[in-house]
């Protein structure tokens, strides 16, 4: 029988999703636990690998069980109580044998989040950038980010992937604001969503979108990198994984 578990992740605990030799992680942690509570080793599939201090506030994976009537209710509450606290189930429940919480995912969404002004409660999941940003520039450069294309360039080097071949549905900078719609202390959230992504690739468009809101480049350098599938050279800086968080993935 196949389960799907939804689950969220504070990164800065672990070495990223998959499984280490050495190191600590999410995947690793979460197949002890169902093994001590089903008494056999079960293998979880995750929906995506998210590198070092990389967060997930809504997560998918499956694993298989030679059990059909498990209680998926009790086995939440059970996993909660051994888990890391940095790691919480929120949901589990049976499906289809053909369910994958990887090959089946059509579109995923990761959020980066920015303060411009010295906070010390943002900190933990949000990079402080000193810059003054140009929003307007930035989301025109978001536009030439839109379709379907060869985006190597933001892939860290080394990577296995059979294609660097993605498609970007959408991509947009916002100010964050409070419930009564002020500003909150220059506060900005990039969102983007596509079908795949590659290793380190959000972190390296938002780094070249910060080159690009501070001048350093024009909106159009983004399709100069991309119509050039040029190396990760050519991009911005990889900015630090505890601001990103993968938010949603839909199948």
């Known amino acids: 029988m196949r389960y799907k578990i939804t689950l969220a992740y504070n990164g800065s605990a672990f070495c990223g999703w998959q499984v280490q030799s050495r190191d600590r992680s999410v995947q690793g942690c979460l197949q002890d636990a169902l093994g001590m509570l089903l008494g056999c080793p079960t ?3 995750g929906a995506g690998r998210t590198d070092t201090g990389v967060n997930a506030s809504d997560y998918v994976a ?27 189930v929120y949901d589990i429940c049976a499906v289809d044998d053909d369910f994958h919480a990887r090959f089946g995912a059509k579109k995923r969404q990761y959020q980066y989040h920015i303060h411009s002004r010295k906070d010390p409660f943002r900190n933990a999941f949000s990079w402080y950038c000193r810059y003054p940003l140009d929003l307007d520039a930035m989301n025109r450069a978001c536009s030439y980010l839109l ?54 690739m959000v972190r390296a468009i938002v ?45």
């Open 62 to 88: 499956h694993f298989d069980s030679p059990k059909d009537d498990i209680d998926c209710a009790h086995l939440a509450y059970k996993l909660n109580a051994i888990l890391p606290k940095e790691i919480a």
């Open 43 to 45: 293998g979880v599939v």
């Open 207 to 251: 780094g070249t979108m910060v080159d690009i809101g501070r001048g350093v480049h024009k909106p159009e350098y983004i399709l100069e990198i991309l119509d050039g599938k040029g190396e990760r050279g050519d991009a911005g800086q990889s900015v630090p994984g505890h601001a990103l968080f993968l938010t949603k993935i839909e199948y």
């Open 147 to 200: 379709g379907v294309h060869d985006c190597s360039c933001f892939e860290k080097k080394g990577s296995d992937n059979s294609t660097s071949i993605c498609e970007i549905f959408a991509a947009r900078w916002e100010e964050d604001r409070d419930c009564n719609g002020a500003r909150t202390n220059g506060a900005v959230t990039f969102t983007v969503e596509a079908n795949r992504f590659l290793r380190n």
